[in-house]
């Protein structure tokens, strides 16, 4: 009798320990210029967070042009000639390539000129005087961006300068999600600066509610959700980084065939796609084409969706949203949905 209590209290045990969950180990970092969250749901969490947090590191390293002796400073301080990168560098310079081509050259990572006249990120922004601008306009040329794939190097042309602000979070969310793929994590959370990776499914094997960022609102308030699992959402949008001058807001993204940040009918435009490159490429690209054409754009690209929120408040889906193929929930009844 006493052997079966016994028994039946480490059956009892066993079976506690089985179903446990693991706790979530969450972890936050300033970098990439913004603040950097990660989750994850392991036993080994800790370990696996210092491993992805330096992975960031190291990538900012290569990446950032605002860091000296970067692989893209180090192109951006020698036009003319050919500097050899990492592989994931040129992949990175190649994916922006990508969305240039495919935007007609509104989306273009050569813009650091016209980002630096600005100043948008810096303490002192201002608006420049046309003069200014029809010169740095001159400047910015994706097309002056020569790769030379068998010896690994890139070339720019005089008075150049890459920024992969529009790419390098999503880019480096990639290379995360690969790492997290590796170590067999069943579920994680990423949010670089609103950058966002749900990676497999909650620990109890639901889907992720996801709020989509209300673009009037405060940080954390949102127009709806929506539920999904190996997922990126990434939104861009005039609430993001921007200052006002003379009663006029000048935000972040800018426009290189006009010199000024894009002012269409958006406020925001959030993408969701398996790939977070493609994400962060895609929202900045649609943003910059407008609503039609960007729509147009993503009806015709396989796995990917998006939310378009017009500065009138209204909501357009995606086709594989409104079928529900992605479930998108309205909560904030001051937006409509519109299509
Ligand atoms: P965030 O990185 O703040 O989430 P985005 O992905 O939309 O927002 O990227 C905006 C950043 O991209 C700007 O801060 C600037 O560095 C860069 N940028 C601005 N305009 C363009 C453009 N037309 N093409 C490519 N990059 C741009
Ligand atoms: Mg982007």
């Not at 080994?44 to 400073?73: C, H, T, V, W």
């Not at 929120?309 to 193929?325: A, E, F, H, N, P």
Request: glycine share 8%; aromatic share 8%; with cysteine.
């Amino acid at each position: 009798m006493k052997k079966i209590s016994i028994l039946i209290i480490c059956l009892i045990f066993l079976t506690m320990t089985a179903c446990t969950k693991p706790q979530p180990i969450k972890e936050s970092r300033f970098l990439l210029n913004t603040v950097i969250e990660i989750t994850i749901y392991d036993k080994n969490s800790k370990k696996i967070i210092n491993e992805l947090f330096d992975q960031i590191q190291s990538m900012e390293n290569r990446y950032s042009r605002y860091i000296a002796g970067s692989e893209i400073s180090k192109v951006n301080n020698n036009p003319g000639t050919f500097v050899k990168v990492s592989e994931d560098t040129l992949e990175l310079i190649e994916q922006s390539l990508y969305f240039s081509t495919i935007s007609g050259g509104l989306f273009d990572i050569s813009i650091g000129p016209l980002v630096d006249l600005w100043g948008i990120s810096r303490d002192n922004p201002k608006v420049p005087s046309k003069s200014e601008i029809d010169l740095v306009k001159e400047k910015i040329d994706y097309r002056s961006i020569s790769i030379n794939r068998e010896n690994g190097a890139i070339s720019v042309a005089d008075g150049m300068s890459l920024d992969t602000g529009a790419i390098a979070k999503g880019f480096i969310t990639d290379k995360l999600v690969s790492v997290l793929n590796e170590k067999k994590i069943d579920s994680a959370l990423l949010n670089l600066g609103g950058n966002l990776y749900l990676h497999g499914s909650k620990p109890d094997g639901s889907f992720w509610t996801v709020g989509i960022r209300d673009p009037f609102g405060l940080q954390g308030d949102y127009i709806g959700t929506v539920s999904v699992k190996d997922m990126s959402i990434v939104t861009s949008g005039i609430y993001e980084r921007f200052f006002e001058e003379d009663g006029q807001r000048y935000h972040h993204i800018l426009n290189p065939k006009t010199g000024y940040p894009e002012d269409n009918e958006l406020a925001s435009v959030s993408i969701l796609s398996p790939s977070s490159a493609k994400c962060d490429g895609l929202s900045t690209t649609c943003f910059l084409l407008g609503l039609k054409e960007g729509m147009e754009l993503i009806e015709r690209l396989d796995e990917v969706e998006a939310i378009m929120v017009t500065k009138d408040r209204k909501i357009y889906l995606s086709g594989g949203i409104r079928d529900g193929k992605i479930p998108f929930k309205l909560t904030d009844t001051e937006f409509t949905v519109a299509n």
